[in-house]
């Protein structure tokens, strides 16, 4: 019989993450970097890897626009051409499928409360005299998830990781 923790209760919280945690960068992040998005060998040094995931969870968290980052994040152009070439490369993707891996085996996400909910739309113009024409109700869209994904959840995504690869970049 394994020893597993107990699922945490209702009253349980975890802190909000405002920066990257060492050992969430050490034993995650570092080794998906160096898979899929490794330094060029020539050319001007990149940018702190770190700092720059700071600053999109920074952004990610107040909503605020890529230029109005805080200056300890670097440049906001450079932070934002870094989340762009993750998501290119699909570094956002395995480090996603990666921490829920490991959130499942310690029974971390209760699957059957998951939700996830987005509604993103320019500002409209407010022209002279300040009105603005009546913008249409924003599409939004709810999806909820009653059971975890299973393999062939996985499978089917087109950055599908498996446990053997999530195993190696653990590794090393």
């Known amino acids: 019989m394994k020893n597993t923790p107990p699922p945490p209760?209702?009253?349980d919280t975890l802190a909000t993450i405002w920066e990257v945690p060492d050992a969430l960068w050490h034993k995650i992040i570092?080794?998906?970097l160096n898979e899929l998005d490794p330094a060029a060998k020539t050319g001007r040094p990149r940018a702190n890897q770190?700092?720059?995931l700071n600053g999109v969870l920074y952004r990610a968290r107040t909503g605020c626009q890529w230029n109005q980052l805080p200056e300890k994040f670097g440049d906001d152009a450079t932070v934002h051409r870094t989340l762009q070439r993750w998501e290119d490369r699909g570094v956002l993707d395995a480090v996603w499928a990666l921490?829920?891996?490991h959130c499942e085996e310690l029974h971390g996400v209760?699957?059957?409360w998951q939700a996830a909910d987005g509604c993103l739309h320019k500002a409209r113009f407010i022209g002279k005299r300040g009105t603005s024409k009546p913008a249409k109700a924003p599409?939004?869209?709810a999806v909820s998830v009653p059971i975890p994904p299973t393999g062939a959840s996985w499978a089917s995504r087109p950055a599908c990781w498996s446990r053997q690869k999530?195993?190696?970049l653990l590794s090393v």
């Open 166 to 168: 999530a195993v190696r």
């Open 50 to 52: 770190r700092t720059c």
């Open 139 to 141: 599409a939004r869209s």
């Open 110 to 112: 209760h699957w059957q």
């Open 30 to 32: 570092v080794p998906v």
């Open 9 to 11: 209760s209702d009253t």
């Open 99 to 101: 921490l829920i891996y």
